[in-house]
């Protein structure tokens, strides 16, 4: 396995989980590994299908306003809590702007707030509802804090979206590449005027308390957050497989743009946000391939990725996750690229079987059995595709997870 960057080492972070009561504190400075699951993550269940980690950063904002429209998975009125982290999940790119591990900087919560957003962006924003940390309006958030913000009674209507509002100062804020998903806008200069924003600063979970029969989670890569489907459409496999469980299921997708095995191996906050799932879908390969883990000259070989999955499956298994592993889809790739996707996939059963984790052939159903590395519904699979794979994986897994 290739050395990870001593930037990396140094960046496993410390979590200091706060209660939804009003009682939000620092984490430490100093980087120490992850800690124990948070029983805040078995109150408060995800509800949307939109991915919300960590994957870029915002360099600088005074009083910018950011707003993001979510699909949730259940409706009617519930007691929403959302939860924050202050650190980059995952290397995007070469890592330039945001790596795994990167810590965000010191930046101010102005005011926060979630709304009825109605059909769309279209409709008027209703019923906004503040938002409050420790039972204040602002919070001052240090370097790799993690909190949670206080509870909030709202009610979202059959149909309608939940917006998310807040007005943010400060330097060096992680946030979502949000790749056209859902609405997301900002008023960068505090004019009210709001237009379209790539890079955005959400919370990294939308929690609510639900009662659900189980919960999922799905840690992976661009593919797994849905980019390139159609906009506000969610028809990307994760949001498919969630629609077919139904909302009486709890479906949290970590997916994010860039990602690789590697940055989920450093065991940070968004591995360990995902294993407070009961099941857990993991699904990397294709940046690992072409990039490789951060600060690498080129892509990793299939002993290497394995390596790192061992690592997360490792995890996993500890918090007694039931696993199921997504092989490397199809990209097009050239024959040196195409072979260790092959090696990997093939590696890949083996592995299944020795943590006792099921095995998705997910590349099967984006290729035909004439061109078995082709990418027929393109690198980033389209609706068709969601579909079909959620379809297919619903069929094989419903009882599993169960």
Request: charge should be negative; aromatic fraction near 12%.
């Amino acid at each position: 396995m290739k050395r990870l960057g001593s930037a990396l080492i140094a960046a496993l972070m410390a979590i200091s989980l706060c209660a939804c009561n009003g009682n939000s504190e620092s984490s430490s400075s100093e980087p120490i590994k992850a800690k124990n699951k948070d029983s805040n993550f078995d109150k408060y269940i995800s509800n949307t299908v939109i991915a919300t980690g960590n994957n870029s950063m915002v360099d600088q904002v005074e009083k910018a306003t950011f707003r993001a429209y979510f699909p949730v998975e259940e409706y009617g009125n519930l007691e929403y809590c959302f939860y924050f982290s202050n650190t980059v999940d995952s290397t995007y790119d070469k890592g330039d702007n945001a790596y795994a591990g990167k810590s965000g900087g010191s930046y101010t919560i102005e005011s926060a707030s979630i709304a009825d957003g109605g059909s769309g962006p279209e409709d008027e924003i209703k019923n906004k509802t503040e938002v409050t940390f420790g039972g204040q309006k602002t919070k001052s958030v240090v370097s790799d804090e993690v909190f949670w913000s206080d509870s909030v009674q709202f009610n979202v209507e059959e149909g309608h979206y939940l917006v998310w509002e807040w007005t943010l100062t400060g330097k060096n804020i992680p946030c979502t590449n949000m790749s056209n998903l859902t609405s997301a806008t900002a008023d960068l200069y505090n004019d009210g005027n709001f237009s379209y924003c790539d890079n955005i600063p959400l919370p990294q979970m939308i929690g609510a308390k639900r009662e659900v029969k189980h919960n999922v989670a799905a840690i992976g890569d661009s593919i797994t957050q849905g980019c390139q489907t159609e906009f506000m459409k969610y028809e990307f496999w994760a949001a498919g497989i969630s629609k077919l469980l139904g909302d009486d299921y709890g479906f949290y997708n970590c997916g994010l743009g860039w990602s690789r095995t590697s940055d989920a191996a450093l065991n940070g906050n968004w591995l360990e946000r995902a294993k407070t799932a009961e099941t857990v879908i993991v699904a990397f390969g294709t940046n690992d391939i072409i990039s490789g883990e951060y600060q690498a000259e080129d892509g990793n070989t299939a002993e290497e990725i394995d390596g790192y999955l061992r690592s997360v499956l490792d995890v996993l298994r500890d918090a007694g996750c039931k696993i199921i592993v997504f092989n490397a889809p199809p990209e097009d790739y050239d024959e040196a690229h195409e072979k260790v996707r092959l090696e990997y996939n093939e590696s890949l059963k083996k592995t299944c079987k020795e943590y006792n984790a099921k095995y998705f052939d997910f590349a099967s159903y984006l290729s035909s059995e004439d061109g078995p590395a082709k990418a027929i519904y393109g690198g980033h699979p389209n609706g068709e595709a969601g579909k079909i794979v959620s379809e297919a994986f619903v069929k094989e897994y419903k009882d599993f997870i169960d």
